[in-house]
């Protein structure tokens, strides 16, 4: 898509990123295993409809959503660390097609940003070394 981009974020344009989104995230290679496995056919619409609540309460202050996404995310099987990658990068590009450059690059930088916190709560133990820094061989 080169044109007729979506100038604001609105409730509308939200449903069809997520729409969208979704569509491609169901599709892709590494994620598209993950998502179909947790959720099933007759539960899409459910999850479509949580995730516009969603992004509405970030994007619009709506207030619309209310959960413990951390607690969600930690009942998914297959969920592994590098996936968030593809993920952002998905979401990002899904953005940049529907929207004007700066409200896509909101959606991606508030992407970026709650992705990061997500992992912390997921993936880090506290003591452990920092991601990517090799441990100190033993004396
Ligand atoms: C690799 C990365 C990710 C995977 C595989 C993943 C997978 C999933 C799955 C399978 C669900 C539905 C779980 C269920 O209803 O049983 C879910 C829910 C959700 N995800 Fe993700 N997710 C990822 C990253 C993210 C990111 C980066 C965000 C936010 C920017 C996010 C926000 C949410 C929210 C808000 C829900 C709904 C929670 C609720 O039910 O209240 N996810 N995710």
Do not use: C
Not at 37 to 58: C, G, K, N, Q, Y
């Amino acid at each position: 898509m080169t044109q007729n981009r979506f100038p604001a974020v609105t409730e509308d344009s939200i449903a069809v990123l997520i729409d969208t989104f979704y569509g491609r995230v169901r599709r892709h290679p590494a994620l598209g295993p993950v998502f179909n496995a947790a959720i099933a056919e007759d539960e899409w619409p459910d999850h479509l409809e949580t995730m516009r609540r969603f992004w509405s309460s970030v994007m619009l202050a709506s207030g619309r959503y209310s959960g413990n996404p951390v607690a969600v995310h930690r009942a998914v099987a297959g969920l592994e660390r590098p996936l968030f990658a593809d993920w952002l990068a998905l979401f990002a590009a899904t953005a940049a097609d529907l929207f004007d450059p700066g409200p896509a690059a909101e959606f991606a930088a508030k992407a970026q940003r709650i992705a990061t916190s997500l992992q912390l709560a997921l993936f880090h133990r506290f003591g452990a070394p920092p991601e990517g820094l090799a441990r100190r061989p033993a004396a």
